[in-house]
């Protein structure tokens, strides 16, 4: 499936942190600068912090995803127009993201993707439009719980894929090495 001509755009893996994620989204999970909000129930032993920021105008669903390794090769990439898409590890295995930034082309501007490696103890939420690839995983049957709206989980159905790419109104599915000439390439 691969076209041996194609542009190889290799990517150096950075470490999910708050600030090497803040152009494309949110980490989900436990951070030190964290403060409690001021509900107190339960004698302070339940302790509430907001910590993404999730949008979504339209019927959501958490869909349970079983991932298994795949080459680390980004063919795809996609954004949503509508929500911010989440991704929460249950299983606490690493996971690989590959991301661009938000922008007004029909096509991710790749020399700006970035991949990260997520240790498994936190998710994250994307910014709506941000450009991404469905997370890589390191070992087999990794279970993330992925949030979404249902539109853009509709759109990826078979039916819905036309010349390898999906569109929806909210999902914009597109094929890089088709476009392009290209294919983003990390290891770990």
């Not at 994307?126 to 070992?139: L, S």
Request: proline residues 7%; contains cysteine.
């Amino acid at each position: 499936m691969r076209n041996n001509s194609a542009r190889k755009v290799e990517l150096k893996v950075t470490v999910a942190t708050p600030e090497a994620l803040a152009d494309y989204g949110q980490i989900l999970g436990p951070s030190p600068d964290m403060t409690p909000m001021p509900i107190d129930f339960y004698d302070g032993t339940v302790k509430v912090h907001r910590v993404v920021d999730f949008v979504s105008d339209e019927q959501t669903e958490l869909p349970l995803v079983t991932v298994q390794p795949r080459p680390f090769e980004v063919r795809w990439m996609e954004r949503h127009f509508k929500h911010t898409q989440t991704f929460i590890p249950l299983s606490g295995k690493p996971f690989v993201v590959v991301m661009a930034p938000p922008n007004d082309s029909e096509i991710p501007d790749i020399d700006l993707a970035e991949a990260f490696l997520f240790d498994g103890s936190a998710g994250f939420t994307m910014k709506i439009g941000t450009w991404h690839e469905f997370p890589f995983v390191t070992e087999h049957n990794t279970n993330l719980i992925v949030i979404l709206r249902r539109e853009a989980t509709d759109g990826l159905i078979k039916d819905n894929v036309v010349q390898d790419e999906a569109q929806s109104g909210d999902l914009d599915k597109k094929d890089l090495l088709r476009r392009c000439n290209t294919i983003l390439h990390f290891d770990l």
